[in-house]
């Protein structure tokens, strides 16, 4: 069965740090453009940071720029979110996604037809 897996969330203080991971099971990471959603509690999933095909195009949220970043090893079929000086706010589950094509072209939900299950990213002191 096709699958994203994501990897690497749990607790953390704010201020402090979290790599997630987004691992692809039975098909091939490196043709699509990959995207990191997040719903927080009680709140719409929103787009966070989405990364090209080749990793020469990314993109990031405002809420995020200058604190996370999204790389992919496509040797490894898999794609990072680094995400630094956490805060409260950034509490939420993590998903990412694969686009359609190989290019990031927003975060409208329908440009995307793989989707992992998510994990839990809680940011409190």
């Known amino acids: 069965q096709l699958q994203l897996v994501e990897s690497g969330g749990g607790l953390v203080q704010p201020g402090g740090s979290l790599r997630l991971s987004c691992a692809a099971s039975?098909?091939?990471?490196?043709?699509?453009?990959i995207a990191w959603f997040r719903q927080p509690p009680g709140k719409e999933r929103e787009g966070v940071s989405c990364?090209?095909?080749?990793?020469?195009?990314?993109d990031y949220a405002d809420f995020v720029k200058g604190r996370f970043i999204i790389s992919r090893d496509n040797a490894m079929n898999t794609v990072y979110l680094q995400m630094n000086s956490l805060e409260p706010e950034d509490t939420a589950v993590y998903y990412c996604?694969?686009?359609?094509?190989?290019?990031?072209?927003?975060?409208?939900?329908?440009?995307?037809?793989?989707w992992g299950w998510g994990t839990q990213v809680t940011v409190s002191s």
């Open positions: 039975l098909f091939t990471l490196e043709d699509y453009a």
């Open positions: 990364i090209s095909s080749s990793g020469d195009n990314t």
């Open positions: 996604a694969s686009a359609r094509g190989d290019l990031c072209l927003g975060y409208a939900m329908s440009g995307y037809d793989l």
